[in-house]
């Protein structure tokens, strides 16, 4: 059984616009008038420097205080982890997950993901490469629900507010965290995963 042709060998291109399908020889689009690429301009140089610039953040993010808690009377400032730590010896295993889930898991999956898919695709790789392609819609699909990270802090205190003789105010920790999540997003949006499939269009 034949395989189906490539965009490339039908001469077509996709505006990263609007997705329209153009023919390869218009430099514009047609419906948005947009300029077209085959692949996003420097998609890998600039989803490194965001990755980068992100992981960076997330160092201040977790050593600077993000919260400040007072439960049962006993205040203290709080990293991401130390707070997470109190919550859970505190018996408020719920906030915690909370928490550990939106400021720690899905910050570091995003980390783990773009950096594996930025290196293969550099190295040509042809590892794997429908599961790559998973991961990054995977990280994609994460990445509508990333502002629920930057308001983590804002639903704890919400639902802290609720309990009697506890209290919860941010520190400035929060706004790198908020840097990591707004940075995520764009190295999630600036990489083109088309690139994941070059190295078996350059082999057929």
Known sequence: MSLPPYARQMNLILCHTCEQVC???NTRCPRC???LH??????????????LASMICYIP????????????????ENTILSGILEFWHAGEWDLALIIFIASVAVPCM????????LVTCQRRSRWAMR??????????????????DVLVVALIAALVQFRSLSTIDPRIGILFFGL??????????SFDPRLIWDAEVEDA
């Open 23 to 25: 023919s390869a020889a």
């Open 33 to 35: 008038d947009s300029l």
């Open 38 to 51: 085959r692949r996003k301009p420097n998609s890998v140089a600039r989803t490194w420097a965001l990755l």
């Open 61 to 76: 993010a977790n050593v600077m205080p993000v919260m400040y808690t007072n439960i049962f009377g006993s205040g203290s």
């Open 110 to 117: 995003k980390f783990l993901v773009l950096g594996t898919l």
């Open 131 to 148: 599961e790559r392609a998973k991961l990054y819609r995977l990280v994609e699909v994460v990445g509508y629900w990333s502002m629920l």
């Open 180 to 189: 990591v999540v707004v940075l995520t997003m764009f190295a999630a949006m």
